[in-house]
């Protein structure tokens, strides 16, 4: 079956715009994830959702970012006022149910602020 | 804080040989979940192995095995046969009681034909 789709793929914007980011899951997973890859480094978690529970933010490094899961399946994270820093992959995954289920990964979408 | 160490930054092997990859981690728990991910240069993160901290037997897929020494707190990677296809960045993950991935910084595996 289809995998976690991301789009768009790659996303360059200038210093100060808002971008939006967009996650679909496998069909029927009922947690996702947000993670942040910046160069040459491991993974940075930044959200999670877990069916229609209060999504674990803990991860989100500043109040500049957000991430909505409408109907129990898109999702989207959103970046208000884009720095230089924000520069990174960003991964999206999907697990079928509770962790510590395997999670599946998008193919991410490499997000470059100039 | 819970860690997790990957000490190569880059291993190269011939076609056809073993190669071990190394990680440790640390933490006070004693109940947790090891992963080791693959990303070829796709970008895509591709499950490799788990391992249950609560088994004693070291998780095998193919050709790729860990070995779990908990004690010690540490999951090495190793990948017999190893062949072209496996050249990809290797990521070491820890789940801790919070099911929180915590990632190590990766190993760049290149294997030459």
């Known amino acids: 079956g289809a995998g976690v789709s991301q789009s768009p793929s790659n996303k360059v914007t200038e210093k100060g715009k808002d971008v939006e980011l967009r996650c679909d899951p496998i069909s029927g997973h009922t947690a996702l994830y947000w993670y942040r890859q910046s160069l040459g480094q491991g993974l940075e978690f930044l959200i999670y959702f877990q069916g229609n529970s209060a999504p674990d933010k803990s991860g989100l490094p500043s109040d500049r970012f957000s991430a909505e899961r409408t109907g129990g399946s898109v999702s989207t994270l959103t970046i208000q006022r884009t720095q230089q820093e924000d520069s990174a992959v960003y991964l999206c995954?999907?697990?079928?149910?509770?962790?510590?289920?395997?999670?599946?990964f998008g193919p991410g979408t490499r997000l470059t602020v100039l | 804080a819970q860690t997790v160490t990957q000490s190569q930054p880059e291993m190269s092997v011939q076609e056809a040989e073993t190669v071990t990859l190394s990680c440790t981690y640390d933490t006070s728990e004693s109940n947790y979940y090891l992963f080791w991910y693959k990303q070829p240069p796709s970008r895509q993160m591709i499950l490799v192995i788990r391992q249950e901290a609560y088994k004693q037997q070291n998780a095998t897929e193919n050709r790729f095995s860990v070995n779990f020494q908990k004690a010690a707190k540490s999951f090495s990677l190793k990948i017999s046969d190893s062949q072209l296809g496996d050249t990809a960045m290797y990521f070491c993950?820890?789940?801790?009681?919070?099911?929180?991935?915590?990632w190590g910084a990766g190993t760049k595996l290149i294997i030459k034909p």
């Open positions: 993950a820890f789940m801790d009681s919070n099911y929180q991935l915590i």
């Open positions: 995954a999907s697990s079928l149910k509770n962790p510590p289920d395997t999670q599946y």
